[in-house]
């Protein structure tokens, strides 16, 4: 039994070295070749966040490789006081963004016993007919006990609290 254990830790050292081995430190540019962004003097667009969504207002979830369910859902259950609607023509604001999962890698299933995902979202509510970004919200949950879900319900609450004034 000993003699197993002592394998399964040497071997997972040599996993783990051969991973740290092929990386490489990137490299340094010179300052011959180093390129410099250009400079913007402009003020940040604080105008655009300040648009008020009033409540009861009609919101086209995009498709989000079925995100907007997971949206969808947590609006009602955390009562956001907006209408979802099915066709962007009957909208006032539209909601686009992107959703990733990172499921638990099989190192983390077998020593912590643990099959908690890492979520990722970012959605931007914006006016359909002027296109305004009247408001965004990024979420990183990790070690997500309910997936797309706990994600989804921080959106919402994040949008009913802009919604009430309280962001």
């Given amino acids: 039994m000993y003699h197993r254990i002592t394998f399964l830790f040497l071997l997972l050292a040599m996993f783990g070295m051969s991973g740290y081995a092929q990386t490489t430190p990137p490299a ?25 969504i009033s409540p009861g207002s009609k919101v086209y979830i995009a498709a989000i490789n079925g995100y907007e369910s997971f949206l969808t859902a947590a609006f009602v259950k955390k009562e956001v006081p907006i209408i979802v609607v099915n066709a962007r023509e009957k909208a006032d604001y539209q909601i686009t963004g992107v959703s990733e999962t990172v499921q638990a ?22 006016n359909v007919k002027t296109g305004v970004v009247v408001w965004g ?23 009913k609290a802009r919604i009430e004034g309280r962001k």
């Fill in 105 to 126: 890698s099989w190192a983390k299933m077998l020593f912590l016993g643990s099959e908690q995902s890492n979520e990722l979202a970012s959605i931007v509510m914006s």
């Fill in 137 to 159: 919200y990024n979420v990183n949950k990790s070690n997500s006990w309910r997936g797309k879900q706990s994600s989804s319900e921080s959106c919402a609450k994040h949008l």
């Fill in 28 to 52: 340094t540019p010179t300052p011959s070749t180093a390129q410099t962004a250009p400079i913007v003097d402009k003020a940040a667009p604080s105008e655009l966040s300040k648009d008020k």
